[in-house]
């Protein structure tokens, strides 16, 4: 049904004077206005036209459980009347992050010994970085302070999570990245390839690159090295195997720490709780936000191992105090809706879910690879890239859109990470509605 009501019909010009976007070209924004999207429910989502649309990208790769979750907007409504708000400073606590915490000890891919919570995923990753400098400190190896991550990663938009992430556009004309921050080679096989070599081969010579820049370096000043168990803004990249094994061996050898940025992957979405079982990457430190509440509210926990945590409780010990403080940190509502969020993954057996849909998924995008537009399709669990022949990604979005399906352009790449509650015949859906998208191109 078309909307009629003018007060609706104003608000893409009106966002257009108000409103920043990110990722978005604001002089064309200033020109086009918004598309406003008023309503959703499950994996659709319906603008103020009243189009209705598949939301491919679970908005930015985040509401896992799909619009409309009465069991998430009840639980924020009863802890907002029961305690709205409450710090964790100077030794205070609460029920709903109590019990998160321990939730989330108790499901980690790898053991770790406490949780630390911010409202963010580059916040979250600001605190890996913030407490791989206090480990080391506390270590009595102050020089331990540069990062290595990839070329293409996305690891956020703070300052030091920006530093981290490999994307020109989060760098240009900002002053960034910040010295010490050091990017390798995307671990994209198809991409970077020498002819002829081998996955293995591959894997081998990119290790070989980062040992080479931990030589120059001198392991003695590198902090940690961040990781995308599966590259998610980067364009959907899945490493070789043998890459991960061998990257994890190197950072042993040279005492270098391993934070695994699962604000994409954790939760069920390469079909495994965490994608670094999926990976099987056994991280110092993990971060997770998203998905974590299926969006319904901010909030990010940061994952800490036991040789950080006790290496930085020893220091705090000493200095007389922690020094790092979040108002937001541990919000209740926002840990009461996250736990409801785990809850609802257990009880949907969301995992199996993610394992039974995702074959058809990822066969149906894969069938297009014959289309002549298709460049490559890559993808695990419900996480997917479908990489066109021509840089004509931004066109093959919006006919996306025309057809009822928002996916997102990530230069030639169309990224798919549907909510993980998506049907088998939502799944048919979305796949007939890109394909028309992609005739049409
Ligand atoms: C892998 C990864 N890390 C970190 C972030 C940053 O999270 P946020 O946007 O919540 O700050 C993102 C956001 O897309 C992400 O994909």
Known sequence: MKSTDPALKSLPA???KAVVHGLTDLSEHARRGASVIESGHGVWVRDIEGREYIEAMSGLWCIALGYGNDRLADVAHRQMKQLA???????????????????????????????????????????????SWYYWNARGLPDKRQFIAHQLAYHGNTIAAASLSGVKYAHERFNLPLPGFHHVTTPHYSRHALPGES??????????????????????????????PVMGAGGIVVPPARYYERLQALLKQHDILLVCDEVVTAFGRTGEMFGS????????????????????????ALMIGPRV?????????ELGMFGLTMTYSGHPVACAVALETLKIYEEERIVDHVRAVSPAFLSGLHALSSHPMVKE????????????????????????????????????????????????????????????ALDRL
Not at 405 to 427: H, K, Q, W, Y
């Open 277 to 300: 079982t999926t990976m099987q990457l056994q991280p110092d430190l993990l971060v997770c936000a998203k998905a974590l509440s299926s969006a319904y509210i901010p909030i990010s």
């Open 199 to 228: 996955e293995e081969a591959f894997s081998d010579r990119l290790i070989a690159d980062i040992e080479r820049l931990i030589e120059v370096q001198g392991a003695q000043t590198i902090a940690a090295f961040f990781v995308e």
């Open 85 to 131: 708000y409450y710090p964790l400073t100077n030794h205070k606590s609460h029920p709903p992050v109590i019990a998160l915490a321990e939730k989330l000890l108790s499901i980690a891919p790898a053991p770790m010994s406490r949780i630390w919570f911010a409202s963010t995923g580059s916040e979250a990753n600001d605190c890996a970085a913030r407490l």
């Open 377 to 436: 399709v890559r993808g695990i669990g419900l996480l997917a890239g479908v990489e066109l022949q021509t840089g004509r990604g931004r066109e093959c979005a919006r006919l996306a859109e025309e057809e009822g399906l928002i996916v997102r352009a990530i230069g030639d790449t169309i990224a798919f990470c549907p909510p993980l509650i998506i049907s088998d015949a939502e799944v048919q859906a979305l796949l007939q509605r890109f394909a028309r």
């Open 309 to 317: 945590y006790e290496a930085i409780e020893r220091q705090s010990g």
């Open 14 to 16: 009106r966002d257009a």
